[in-house]
């Protein structure tokens, strides 16, 4: 390399470093400096859903102009990656005012100290769906809104052709029904099938499996105490129920294989899609008439769907709290969380915007989730253990669809959750 | 009576000749093989950026998916530009990479200098301390990193008054400043440094030459291999920068590419757009390794690394 070649590209990268770093720090202003508006700094999980961001915006934009005390800020992260930045910032000391997160992180996130009580008035939180609320100790930290469900996606032909009953909410498929079903389908030349998404990771297999186990009988923990995971996660409830999640993978009634989301159901690959509400129009679209959605099995214990979807809390660091909250109570508008609804395909949080929306009301198309989310909807675990019995969870889960041991693999689950939870003083229980 | 004549020169020259292009064909196939399986993902990639999403899922189980078949156009393309501001990635990537790679030659580079040419007390020390943190993953000082980064002083511009203030968060500076000087690269460099005869920096000296002129002028222009080989090592995990700009950087305009394949992962994953974007970002990864390949090869060879 030629002399001034080496002391020109030094000299250039040594400029622009040092020009980039201002044009870095010049994007950074917190504005609301002097007599103007205070600034409300807000974070979403909602990057690359341009959806849900129009709603957002819309929002926003209608707050802004309804007053001039506060001005709302956004920045949007990606979904996959906004806890690791959410943790990166608390542990930086630089959370905003206002963010949303899953509904099963919030008590983590409040016994943590990253978010604090929400105090909106009761004539919202008490509107809202039970599982749109979300809750540490007693206390509301967050609220959303609206809420997601499961349910069994079938074509109404393939059942009549294989004489296969249709459940309702009010008779649900015993288990006993389910497996005789599929075992029908087999027969009729599904090489699997059911489609439980097993080839999906993270909070899934929680939110879709660990329902089935409470249909059961068993739980993720003790509900009462929050102190511990024995007698609930490795019990003869939760041993027969993953007995039943073991075998149906062993006798080729489901798989791990294939993609996420459901285009091998509308492809008629497989028979029955145990899924979610986002994918409900795409197959609609695709099937039409012949869709039906229908409630889970019941294995035993009344079928269970999962509850808790993205809520929204304020900041522990927040230094306008009051202004935060005018925001919060301000979105809560029911054409806002019908607009939610008919963009990102999701149950409204509050009756009246299930009847805006054009899909929730009475008489729509999507109705059934709104009665399956009645019906069986329950919140995981409010503590803020979660995170760890949700991944331990998915690990036991995995371990046991390949094969190993229910027993013994449950009981480690247990012991794991069980030194995490002692190990940190019973996370305020 | 039979005879039996001795091969002329010519025959024997057509029989090397034959079974050298024997060898050829043999070798020229297994490589031909080999080219095409490390082709594979890319071409998957890129055809598969030209279908729609219920199409790549019904291809995936047949050779389908590496044929440009069916419904093909640049949907995804046009789509990606719509969910991510590529442009914006592309250009923050560029400029992040290209000042880590510059600035970490000059500076690795003048370090494993110091390491291998200066005589001074305790640089075998120092040395077996920069090897030493190479044992220590970057996910395991990530937080406590967030963290300090947080606290140092930085110069900040307002209404055009350069002021001081603490917080490199949310800035250009801090994702390229932490990565410019690199363990591996200050071990490469001593190493291949050490290689050079110090007879040349004796000769220097007795010219008249001061240090940074023998680093210059005779180092530098010697070290060819490992300046390439620390640059390629260097581009790519700038390049493919994931974590770091996550947790550092809130505002969109300032992330780097890596940041955006995550805006493509929602409850179904858009794949279509997922292999679009992959296949744009991986464009000027392909270029530089393009542009440097001979001297990427050469220095593989002279320095023994594997990247």
Redesign the interface.
């Known amino acids: 390399m030629k002399r001034r070649s080496l002391v020109t590209i030094v000299s250039v990268s040594a400029a622009s470093a040092l020009a980039l770093s201002a044009c870095g720090q010049a994007g950074q202003g917190d504005g609301g400096s002097g007599d103007g508006p205070q600034e409300l700094t807000m974070w979403t999980h909602s990057a690359g859903n341009p959806a849900e961001l129009e709603v957002y915006t819309k929002i926003i934009d209608d707050f802004n102009a309804s007053q001039d005390q506060y001005t709302v800020v956004t920045e949007s992260f990606p979904q996959g990656a906004y806890n690791d930045a959410i943790v990166a910032a608390a542990a930086a000391g630089d959370l905003p005012c206002l963010l949303d997160m899953d509904g099963p992180i919030v008590p983590n996130w409040a016994w943590a100290e990253y978010i604090q009580p929400l105090e909106l008035p009761t004539s919202i939180t008490d509107n809202l769906l039970p599982t749109a609320v979300g809750t540490y100790q007693d206390e509301i930290y967050a609220a959303g809104y609206w809420d997601a469900a499961l349910s069994i996606f079938a074509r109404k032909s393939v059942l009549d052709a294989n004489a296969i009953r249709i459940p309702t909410i009010d008779e649900p498929w015993t288990i006993e029904e389910f497996d005789a079903a599929l075992a029908t389908l087999k027969a009729a030349g599904y090489e699997t099938p059911l489609d439980i998404g097993a080839e999906d990771k993270g909070e899934w297999w929680s939110y879709a499996y660990s329902p089935m186990l409470q249909s059961a009988g068993g739980d993720l923990i003790d509900r009462e105490t929050m102190l511990t995971a024995d007698g609930a996660l490795n019990g003869p409830e939760a041993v027969e129920f993953f007995t039943w999640f073991q075998d149906s993978f062993a006798n080729g009634y489901t798989s791990n294989s294939g993609t996420i989301g459901n285009q091998e159901f509308n492809d008629d690959v497989v028979a029955l899609s145990y899924t979610g509400v986002w994918n409900a129009m795409g197959s609609l679209e695709a099937i039409g008439d012949d869709l039906l959605i229908l409630p889970p099995p019941d294995f035993g214990d009344g079928p269970k769907i999962g509850g808790g979807s993205w809520q929204w809390g304020i900041s522990s660091s927040c230094d306008a709290v009051d202004g935060a909250r005018e925001y919060l109570e301000f979105s809560f508008q029911d054409k806002y969380i019908a607009e939610f609804s008919d963009k990102q395909v999701v149950i409204p949080a509050t009756a009246a915007a299930e009847e805006l929306s054009a899909n929730f009301g009475e008489g729509d198309p999507l109705r059934p989730f709104v009665e399956l989310s009645q019906a069986y909807a329950l919140a995981r675990p409010a503590t803020p253990a979660y995170p760890v019995i949700s991944s331990t969870f998915e690990k036991a889960a995995k371990d046991i669809m390949s094969g190993s041991d229910v027993q013994s693999t449950l009981d480690g689950a247990v012991q794991e959750i069980d030194t995490n939870i002692t190990s940190n003083d019973g996370y305020g229980f | 009576m039979a005879t039996i004549t001795a091969p002329s020169s010519r025959q024997l020259d057509r029989t090397e000749r034959q079974q050298r292009r024997r060898r050829n064909v043999w070798s020229y196939l297994a490589m031909a093989l080999f080219a095409v399986i490390f082709l594979f993902p890319m071409v998957f990639m890129f055809i598969s950026s030209l279908k729609p999403?219920?199409q790549i899922?019904?291809d995936?189980r047949s050779l389908n998916a590496f044929l440009p078949v069916g419904d093909l156009s640049l949907d995804n393309y046009r789509d990606v530009f719509?969910?991510?501001p590529v442009a914006r990635f592309m250009i923050n990537s560029v400029?992040i990479t290209?000042?880590i790679v510059?600035?970490g030659l000059?500076v690795n580079s003048m370090c494993g200098f110091a390491l291998s040419r200066l005589e001074w007390k305790g640089r075998g020390a120092v040395l077996a301390v920069v090897i030493a943190t190479l044992i220590v993953p970057f996910e395991t000082i990530?937080?406590p990193m967030?963290?300090w980064?947080?606290k140092l002083p930085?110069?900040?511009?307002?209404g055009g008054v350069p002021k001081y203030?603490f917080?490199w968060?949310?800035?250009?500076?801090?994702q390229?400043?932490p990565f410019i000087a690199n363990a591996f690269s200050i071990f490469l460099f001593t190493q291949y440094f050490s290689t050079i005869p110090k007879s040349l920096d004796e000769a220097a000296r007795i010219d008249g030459a001061g240090w940074f002129t023998i680093y210059?002028?005779i180092v530098?222009?010697l070290a060819?291999p490992a300046?390439a080989t620390v640059a390629i090592l260097t581009f790519l995990p700038a390049w493919n920068s994931y974590?770091w700009p996550?947790?550092?950087v809130?505002?969109?305009?300032?992330r780097p590419v890596m940041?955006?394949m995550?805006?493509?992962?929602?409850?179904?994953?858009a794949?279509g757009e997922v292999m679009a974007y992959t296949t744009l970002i991986t464009l000027p990864v392909l270029i530089v390794f393009l542009s440097f390949q001979r001297a990427f090869v050469s220095s593989v060879a002279a320095s023994g690394v594997k990247g």
Request: net charge negative; no cysteine.
């Open positions: 999403d219920a899922l019904s995936v719509d969910r991510v400029l290209t000042l510059v600035l000059v990530a937080i967030v963290y980064v947080s930085t110069l900040v511009f307002e203030d917080g968060l949310n800035t250009y500076q801090v390229i400043i210059r002028k530098v222009p060819g300046f974590l996550l947790m550092v809130q505002e969109e305009n300032l940041v955006g995550q805006y493509f992962f929602q409850l179904n994953p794949w």
